[in-house]
């Protein structure tokens, strides 16, 4: 009985046990919150990219249609519709 009580006093054996499960928890902990960052980036970057490409699309429709618009403004009410030019912007060709 003395033996295991001096055994429980020790404490060099008792603490070896505790620091290494607490290194596993605490890189098991960053790992699983570095997992998470990384998922969360890069499903913003990839929403991000897709967004900018709906923009550069949405923005080269728009600059047509206003291209045209300000074409037929500028014709004389009595003459022909005039032949409405495609517009260019972001490597991308619009016409109205």
Do not use: W, Y
Not at 41 to 62: D, E, H, K, P, V
């Amino acid at each position: 009985m003395k033996a295991v009580l001096e055994l429980f006093r020790d404490g060099k054996r008792s603490q070896h046990g505790g620091i290494l499960s607490g290194v596993l928890i605490m890189t098991a902990f960053v790992a699983i919150i570095a997992g998470a960052l990384m998922t969360e980036l890069s499903g913003n970057f990839l929403l991000a990219s897709s967004l900018m490409s709906r923009t550069a699309a949405q923005a080269t429709i728009n600059s047509s249609v206003e291209l045209s618009l300000s074409q037929l403004q500028s014709s004389q009410l009595d003459a022909p519709c005039p032949n409405l030019s495609s517009a260019t912007l972001n490597n991308l060709t619009a016409s109205a």
